[in-house]
């Protein structure tokens, strides 16, 4: 599989960074359409891998590669909007405009869980991530740098609002949120993602996906609960 863009390259004049395409929100600032161009870049590749074209993609969706490289710029642009998108998908737990109480703290931290897991061991994010870890220390792409900064790093800056939410209402106690995320981490995903990453068949089922982040938040609360 190779990430480099056989011969083509973008047209300064209509390039732009996949910032201006996703705008503040990821899902609220794509279009329609833009949604649809990054769908079809994830089913190539699951279908093929990560040794597609611009010119693939385009036929795919449908559209033009300069509409392509106006939208997202180049490959790098394409590549981090997609997973950007996928990332997009995990549903964030929003805070209670009320007083933060330990049921709602758990309720929240039980659906972002849910949210989380059903994302990463959906085919889409497995194709992503095996595409990203084979091509790791590489120097052939920055796949693996786009998925790293845009998936476990972008979950930890989107969930910490609620761990720190926990804190000050005194229902967790941590020093460092950093070390509580990681705890999260380890608790909800353990080693689902890599037995699917190295080839394991049989996918968590919703059944399954509930239960593993149940016991995950109740052993996170068990770990850092207060009160």
Wanted: charged share 20%; proline share 3%; hydrophobic share 45%.
């Amino acid at each position: 599989m190779n990430l480099i863009l056989h011969s083509e390259t973008a047209p300064k004049q209509t390039a732009a960074p996949a910032d201006a395409a996703l705008g503040a929100s990821v899902g609220e600032g794509l279009s329609e359409r833009q949604r649809e161009v990054l769908d079809a870049v994830l089913k190539l590749m699951v279908a093929e891998g990560d040794g597609f074209s611009v010119a693939a993609v385009a036929r795919a969706a449908s559209c033009s590669k300069e509409t392509l490289y106006k939208w997202f710029g180049d490959r790098d642009g394409l590549l981090t909007a997609t997973v950007r998108w996928q990332a997009s998908k995990v549903r964030m737990p929003k805070l209670p405009e009320d007083r933060l109480t330990r049921a709602s703290l758990e309720t929240a931290l039980t659906g972002f869980a849910q949210s989380w897991l059903t994302v990463i061991t959906g085919d889409l994010s497995i194709a992503l991530n095996r595409a990203a870890v084979s091509h790791a220390g590489s120097g052939k792409s920055r796949l693996g740098e786009i998925v790293l900064t845009n998936g476990p790093i972008a979950m930890k800056q989107r969930i910490e609002p609620l761990l720190e939410a926990g804190r000050t209402a005194g229902l967790l106690g941590f020093e460092d949120v950093a070390d509580a995320f990681r705890s999260f981490f380890g608790l909800v995903v353990a080693d689902t993602q890599i037995r699917l990453l190295l080839g394991e068949d049989s996918h968590p089922d919703h059944a399954e996906i509930n239960a593993i982040s149940a016991q995950a938040v109740t052993k996170f609360l068990g770990l850092y609960g207060r009160g």
